[in-house]
């Protein structure tokens, strides 16, 4: 769970968020990214980007208000 002020939805919040499910996702899932980076030539970097913020929808939420 992700425990978050209401207050604080600011764009740093936004982009701590972005930030940490960048490192699960490269935890979790980085050498099969690597290797379909490879394969197709894209760029590593989006790839994560695009994945963490999928990965975002599967966080749970709590607001403090």
Request: with cysteine.
């Amino acid at each position: 769970m992700i425990y978050l002020n209401f207050t604080g939805l600011s764009e740093e919040a936004q982009n701590r968020l972005l930030e940490n499910s960048k490192k699960d996702v490269e935890e979790k899932f980085g050498d099969d990214i690597r290797k379909y980076v490879r394969k197709n030539y894209t760029c590593f970097e989006t790839m994560i980007t695009e994945e963490a913020q999928r990965n975002l929808y599967s966080y749970t939420y709590v607001f403090n208000i």
